[in-house]
Nanobody, 123 residues
Framework: QERLVESGGGLVQPGGSLRLSCAASGFTFDHYAIGWFRQAPGKGREGVSCIVSTDNTTYYADSVKGRFTISRDSAKNIVYLQMNDLKPEDTAVYYC????????????????WGQGTQVTVSS
């Protein structure tokens, strides 16, 4: 059964860092792009970052460029999201999801989703 499990969320002060992990199982990890999304209370789900499996090309939302870094470890079937210089507006539930490499431009292209991990940035 296809499964994605996020971990690494928590409470951090503004300017702090967290590293989220997304552990994948039940599907061929190297055939899928992995994206990170977030959803703040009362807001829609927004794309944060994505890494494709073909050549590890990465994509970032403008709001996180220069602060977040996505990477993947194919030996462990894990994708990481390193988040630095966190801001209160980064507070959200963070989800990872898997999509065919050709389907990353639309939310509906992501077929497998994790349950999410809470990130709270507050002093």
């Amino acid at each position: 059964q296809e499964r994605l499990v996020e971990s690494g969320g928590g409470l951090v002060q503004p300017g702090g860092s967290l590293r989220l992990s997304c552990a994948a199982s039940g599907f061929t990890f190297d055939h899928y792009a992995i994206g990170w999304f977030r959803q703040a209370p009362g807001k829609g789900r927004e794309g944060v970052s994505c890494i494709v499996s073909t050549d590890n090309t990465t994509y970032y939302a403008d709001s996180v460029k220069g602060r977040f870094t996505i990477s993947r470890d194919s030996a462990k079937n894990i994708v990481y999201l390193q988040m630095n210089d966190l801001k209160p507006e980064d507070t959200a539930v963070y989800y990872c999801a898997a999509a065919d490499n050709t389907q990353i431009l639309r939310l509906g292209g992501f077929r497998y989703w994790g349950q999410g991990t809470q990130v709270t940035v507050s002093s």
